[in-house]
C-alpha cells in the first residue's frame, strides 16, 4: 500500500485493512485543502474557508447508533433506548463488509488526541476515506506536533468513517443505511452512510463519557467553558443549539471549550482542539468571535450557501438545513486558555430550551436544585441537529446533560457547595425567529 505523509509505526493492517490503493498520513491543513480541491470535495470560499454539502444527511442521527453488547461493557452501560445494543457477531460481519469495500481506495488518515489533561488523554486515530473528513478532525482534536510523539503515536481507539459505504439493515441490522456503531472491546468505531461529520466528534466524546468516569473518575460534561481575567471559569451545560458555544466565545473572556469537557480533581479540561459552532443568521454584532472563524483559512463551512461566482457566503440562506455548521480550530479564537484547561469552575449554568414555558427567564439554584436539574437535563431537542425531528423543538429529558453513568462520588461536584459558586439556571425561550442577541443572553452575561 504506498503511503504519503507523516507515517505511524502502527499500520493500518493493525486495523485489519488491507491493499488500499494510497494512504496519506497526518497530512497539514494546506496539503488537506488541496486534496479536497483535487478530489472535488468542497470548494474555497471568500478570505479561504472551505465550504462542504453533506447531501441528505445535515444532522445526527440517534437512531441509528448502536454499542456492541459484549463482556468487557455489558455490565456498566444503560440499554435502552438511547444506548442500544449490537450483536459481537454483527459488528464483525459489518466491519469485514467495510474492509472489502476499502480495498483499492485511498484513505487519510489522522493521528491526535482527546483529553487536554495528559494524564487521562485518550489517543485516537481517525481514518476516512475523504479528505474534508480528515481535515475536520484535524481541527476538531488535539494536534500532536511533536514529530517523535506523532511517530510512536499508539491508538486507543479508532474512528473509521466510511459515508459511501451504506449499510443494508436486513444483512447488517441497522435501523437503515446509516450506522454509528461503538465496540469498546475492539476500541473501534465505525461510521456510514452519513456525510455529517458531527458524528466523528459525537462518537468520540460517546467513548470519553463510558472511559473516563470509569477510568480516572471524571465527570464528562456535554458543555462550553470560559474564564474571566480573574481567574473565574465558567461551565455552562445544555445540549445543542441551546447557546453554549455563544457564550463561551464572549469576547471579554478566554475560551476554554465550546462543547466537550471533564472535570476531574485538577480542574475542567477541554476534550477537543477545535469548535463546531451553528452558523445560520450569525452576525458580526452579536459573535464577533465566531463569525471572524467564518472568514479564515482553515474553517470547514458545512451545508453553508455560497455564491459560486463571488464565492461570498450567505449565513442567513437555510435552504440546505437550519443546521449550517463551521469547524474550525480553536487557535483561530484570539482570545483563549493557551493550555486548554481551567481550576474548578466558579460558575455552573444550565442552559434550557423550556418550549413548555414552566421555567423562569433566570434562577439561582440551592444545591439540592442544582442536583435535580442536572439529573432530570429537563430541556428540548432542536430538530435541526438531529436526522429525522418533525418538531424544530420538542421537549426532553437529558439526564446529567450526557453523562451515561453518574455515580455518587461525580454528582458531588455539581451539588457540593463551593467557594464563590454561583448557580444559575438561564432559560432560553428560544423561537427559530429569535435573535441570539436576545434581553436573555444579555442579562445572563451581566450576571456573569
Known sequence: MP?????????????????????????????????????GEGHLSHLGPVVVATGQHTGRAPNDKFIVKEPTSQ?????????????????????????????????????????????????????????WHNLFARNMFIQIND???????????????????????????????????????????????????????????????????????????????????DGDSAVFFGLSGTGKTTLSADPNRDLIGDDEHGWSDKGVFNFEGGCYAKVIRLSEEAEPEI???????????????????????????????????????????????????????????????????????????SKEAAAYHFLSGYTARVGSTEVGSAEAYSATFSTCFGVKSPTAALMTKISQPRKSWQIL???F???QEEDPSSLQLGLLLHLL
Not at 11 to 27: P, Y
Request: glycine share 6%.
Open 3 to 39: 503511503t504519503k505523509g507523516l507515517k505511524h509505526k502502527v499500520g493500518l493492517e493493525h486495523h485489519g485493512i488491507k491493499n488500499a490503493k494510497e494512504i496519506f498520513w497526518n497530512l497539514t491543513t494546506p496539503a488537506l485543502y488541496e486534496h479536497i480541491s483535487r478530489n
Open 75 to 131: 455490565d456498566d452501560i444503560w440499554w435502552g433506548k438511547v444506548n442500544k445494543p449490537f450483536g459481537v457477531e454483527q459488528f464483525d460481519a459489518l466491519h469485514g463488509r467495510i474492509l472489502a469495500y476499502l480495498q483499492n481506495k485511498n484513505l487519510y488518515v489522522q493521528d491526535c488526541c482527546a483529553g487536554a489533561d495528559q494524564e487521562k488523554q485518550l489517543h485516537i486515530r481517525v481514518i476516512t476515506e475523504t479528505a
Open 147 to 229: 514529530l517523535d510523539k506523532l511517530a510512536n503515536h499508539v491508538p486507543a481507539f479508532t474512528i473509521l468513517h466510511v459515508p459511501s459505504f451504506q449499510a443494508v439493515p436486513s444483512i447488517d441490522g441497522t435501523n437503515s443505511e446509516v450506522f454509528v456503531v461503538v465496540d469498546y472491546s475492539k476500541q473501534m468505531v465505525l461510521i456510514g452512510g452519513t456525510n455529517y461529520a458531527g458524528e466523528i466528534k459525537k462518537s468520540v466524546f460517546s467513548v470519553l463519557n463510558y472511559l473516563l468516569p470509569k477510568k480516572h473518575s471524571v465527570l464528562s460534561m456535554h458543555c462550553s467553558a470560559n474564564i474571566g481575567s
Open 291 to 365: 463569525y471572524q472563524c467564518t472568514r479564515q483559512f482553515g474553517t470547514i463551512l458545512e451545508n453553508v450557501v455560497m455564491d459560486p461566482v463571488t464565492r461570498r457566503l450567505n449565513l442567513d440562506d437555510a435552504s440546505l438545513t437550519e443546521n449550517t455548521r463551521a469547524c474550525y480550530p480553536r487557535d483561530n479564537i484570539p482570545k483563549k486558555v493557551p493550555d486548554n484547561r481551567a481550576s474548578e469552575p466558579n460558575n455552573i449554568i444550565f442552559l434550557t430550551c423550556d418550549v413548555s414555558g414552566v421555567l423562569p427567564p433566570v434562577s439561582i439554584l
Open 425 to 427: 439556571d438561564q432559560v
Open 429 to 431: 425561550r428560544r423561537r
